[in-house]
């Protein structure tokens, strides 16, 4: 792949990057079978060793610059100094939307964290925890300064001073990374003005639920960082109790993108009902340590992404995501309203084509049993619902008779939309996808057989 | 004004006192943790009152459905 920037995840040149801690989840209790035979492992569930990000229309333009703040101003040019209403109307105007998976448009939250009595907080949420995630790991990587440039303009219009990032610990060359990119910034000269934002890190513990919102907002009130329920949206009552305008990486990274370009530039990419561009990460063809990122404008058609994977069964938005079957995506593009049309998503921009010889029902298996392990533990239907799913999956992905239909479609029932965040919501999400989209090859499994 | 109850997932440990009081609208899953339906109408808004009291874990509210 030539022209890309390929940096390392789990440890940084230079950098006193310790060993990759792995995650700590505990075992699932499950329930006892004749059959201990577990489905062989085909899925990735640790985060990348490297991640390689090819050079992408917006947030992925200067790649070959390197992340120095010296390249990103010649390249971008210097921040730009905006008002709330000029902030509003252009991320209105851009659509920008969340891109941790929940795609809430950024303008509303942005509103309503501006409507507060209290001075807003902002956190930059960069605890990437899907293993098949490295977006926001890329751009920390490769272009810090388009995440930092986004939360400090919109800090300054909320006239608030306090921004907190939120890195992966399992992921130590993204907080090295953010660390460099803040000190070049404090080292500018004239920018020690008191408008100036208080930056402060802190990094999140491993664990594919500590990177959820409430999660990160634990963390930083300093009790654990596990996901609790939230009784209002974080951008009406979150930090302290305080507004919180909480949004992931590549969220920032646009919002300074359509800040900078204004919202005609902007959409300059992409379509007319979805401006600019996504960020996506899918495996490397050859190295199972490396995940590739890159950045495409909306209306990409999905071959152009995919090459001949278009053809396969591709799991989009990750873990918690919906399946595509063979040939769905053909002949469609990159569009999450396109997608949405056909029950499907894109999530966190997770793209998981499926090799000939992998078995989807087999896939999802093993994605549940690892998202069972990877729950918090501390909502009744996830910790117990959860590994039941896992168990029964398991029985289904082997082909074992006493596997029932029913009896997932009850657990996926239970489990849905009972708990403090949606790590049972998103695990639902993929058993049902998997069961409209691979009815016949489920139904196959039940009767004992695989077709591949 | 119309009503639902809301669970607090990670406080909740299953006493299934809320099923007992306000069985129009909660039953207990196969783990003993309470399945909500419907909204509170206004005929069980005390019953739904008395349940959110009586968790021990104060794991259950009232809150607004719209």
Known sequence: MSGAVLASVTSFPGAGAGAPVAPSAPAATVRRSLSARSVPRTVRTDPPAQVVATPGPVLLSGVLDGPSLEAHRDRFGQLPQLDLDTVLATVGAGAVVGRGGAGFPFARKLAAAATGRRRAVVVINLAEGEPASAKDTALALVAPHQILDGAEVVARALRTTEVHIVTPLERPAVGDAIAAALSERAAQPGRRDRSQPRWRMRAAEPGFVSGQARAVLELLAGRPGLPVTAWKPEAMSGLDGRPTLLSNAETWAQVAAVLRMGALGYAAHGTDTEPGTTLLTLPHRRDADTAVVLEAAYGTPWVDVLGPDVEQPVLLGGFHGTWADAGVLAEATVSREELRARGLGLGAGVVLPMRADQCPVAVTSEIVDYLAKASARRCGPCLNGLPALAEEMRLVALGETSASWTRIGELVGLVDKRGACAHPDGTARLVRSLLTTFDDEVALHLRGGCSR | ?66
């Not at chain 2, 306000?22 to 943790?33: C, V």
């Open chain 2, 1 to 66: 004004m119309t009503w639902t109850m809301r669970v607090d997932w990670p406080s909740c440990a299953a006493r299934g006192l809320c099923a007992e009081l306000l069985p129009e609208r909660i039953h207990l899953d196969e783990w003993g943790f309470p399945v909500v339906e419907g909204t509170v109408t206004p005929d069980l808004l005390g019953l739904a009152k008395a349940a959110a009291t009586a968790c021990p874990h104060r794991a259950l509210r009232l809150v607004s459905a719209g």
